[in-house]
């Protein structure tokens, strides 16, 4: 693609070069799949914090949670060890866990939130824990695109600290 990728909105931005990762990781996504990941990725690109955490803390606290408010922290727990498998796989090392931890975990989270919700919210999630890994790997594919601009913002977003766990 001949398309400038530092200038333009940011959900245009993400999405183009999710579109491509998806394709060179071979896994087209639906527009679903491909939607949420582009969500996931504008929520979080500018969360300082998002290596900081501890996901499998974060899991037992939105089990201890009812209702939407459980649906909601077990979503971000998802989105996070998506994120983390994704873009960020040396923290697994530097964490002594593998990436299948994380993927692990955050397909459990979805999961989760498949059996609790309902109708399309609950088919979204089931869907989505079901691709798990294939999203893991078009995340993947974008780390290895020197055109994304927006990967580098999130990753200047995280302080250095915040790896050292």
Not at 91 to 111: H, P, Q, T
């Amino acid at each position: 693609m001949s398309a400038n990728f530092s200038q333009g909105a940011p959900a245009a931005l993400w999405q183009a070069l999710v579109h491509e990762a998806a394709g060179r990781a071979g896994h087209p996504l639906d527009e679903t799949r491909e939607s949420y990941l582009v969500f996931v990725l504008l929520r979080f690109q500018n969360d300082g914090a998002l290596l900081a955490r501890t996901q499998a803390l974060d899991w037992l606290h939105a089990l201890g949670q009812a209702g939407q408010v459980r649906a909601d922290a077990l979503r971000d727990v998802g989105d996070r060890c998506l994120l983390i498998a994704g873009l960020f796989p040396g923290l697994a090392a530097r964490r002594r866990v593998s990436v299948d931890y994380f993927v692990e975990l955050g397909r459990g989270a979805y999961r989760e939130v498949a059996e609790a919700g309902r109708s399309a919210y609950a088919a979204l999630f089931g869907q989505l824990a079901e691709g798990y890994r294939e999203l893991v790997e078009v995340l993947r594919g974008l780390c290895g695109d020197p055109r994304s601009a927006g990967l580098e913002r999130l990753a200047a977003a995280v302080p250095a600290h915040a790896t050292r766990h």
